[in-house]
């Protein structure tokens, strides 16, 4: 088996349940303390040993790839200025991985998004994660292990409360973890479970032709349903995620991760306090 060194993340949407925020600055460049959210998230995977980074982004959120590219101008000036230290902490971002830039023109969902970075994938298994769910933690470290132990697609999950269950797609596992049933946002007495998706996978390359065949009920092509499809042939296993997680896709989450993240830094967490 070949070590999943590539990752996908579908960063085009519109973000409108961060709107007015998300209007021109990326849902995924608002910071977690002082860092952008994408840039914890990538720094994880590549901690799990993920090397190439594919990110689907959409017209007008070119400030993503401004992120992730090097920036002379701020380098020579960092140098000039001295700052040794801020300047090799600029450069680090840009040298993190491989990273490459696709457009997905209509938002036609995560699975369409997806779908956009084929042919930047060569013929192996991949890392899809979503960038606005935040663990704090090694989720993706997590992920490839369990992706290495069964040989077949893994989808992450944690456990939400059961007045929650209503916001996810929520799976019933069996006792060797294979999903037996996956409902989109039931309500909690239909629930099969309180076990959620969390917009983190490890999916075998044939997902692509999946996808490309897939239109979804919704009209949308969702990575969800191509995975429902997917499960006919074989198994898919659901990992549940140690760490701390928040849906930064949203002002409640990004605040109290925020608020989760400043309490990490002993001197930051006075500001907390005097406050
Ligand atoms: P979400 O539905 O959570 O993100 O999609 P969104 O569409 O940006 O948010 P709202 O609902 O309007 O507030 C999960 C992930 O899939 C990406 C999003 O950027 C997000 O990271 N996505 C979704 C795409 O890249 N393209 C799409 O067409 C849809």
């Not at 303390?33 to 990110?55: C, F, M, S, T, Y």
């Not at 992730?68 to 701020?74: G, I, N, R």
């Not at 192996?124 to 069964?150: C, H, M, R, W, Y």
Request: hydrophobic share 45%; proline share 5%; aromatic share 6%.
């Amino acid at each position: 088996m070949t070590k999943i060194r590539t990752a996908i993340l579908p960063v085009a949407g519109f973000g409108t349940r961060f709107l007015p925020a998300s209007k021109a600055v990326p849902k995924e460049l608002l910071p977690i303390v002082d860092r952008p959210l994408l840039q914890i998230i990538v720094e994880e995977i590549v901690a799990a040993g993920i090397e190439k980074i594919v990110l689907v982004v959409s017209e007008g959120k070119e400030a993503i790839r401004n992120h992730f590219s090097s920036s002379p101008a701020l380098e020579e000036k960092l140098a000039k200025k001295g700052d040794a230290k801020l300047l090799a902490e600029i450069q680090k971002i840009s040298q993190l991985a491989e990273f490459s830039f696709v457009t997905q023109h209509e938002m036609l969902g995560d699975g369409h998004a997806i779908l956009q970075a084929r042919e930047q994938i060569s013929d192996e298994n991949f890392l899809v994660i979503f960038g606005d769910d935040l663990i704090f933690g090694e989720p993706t470290k997590q992920l490839i292990t369990a992706f290495e132990s069964k040989n077949s697609a893994i989808v992450g999950l944690q456990k939400v409360p059961l007045s929650d269950v209503h916001k996810f797609g929520i799976v019933a596992l069996d006792q060797h973890s294979a999903i037996q049933k996956f409902v989109e946002k039931p309500a909690p007495l239909d629930a099969p479970s309180e076990l959620a998706i969390v917009g983190k996978y490890v999916v075998p390359h044939k997902i692509f032709d999946i996808l490309a065949q897939n239109p979804g009920a919704s009209g949308e092509i969702r990575l969800i349903d191509a995975l429902t499809i997917l499960q006919k042939t074989e198994p898919i296993f659901g990992e549940i995620l140690a760490g701390q997680r928040f849906d930064c896709g949203q002002k409640e989450g990004w605040l109290a991760a925020n608020i989760f993240a400043l309490r990490q830094d002993a001197e930051i967490a006075k500001i907390l306090e005097e406050n």
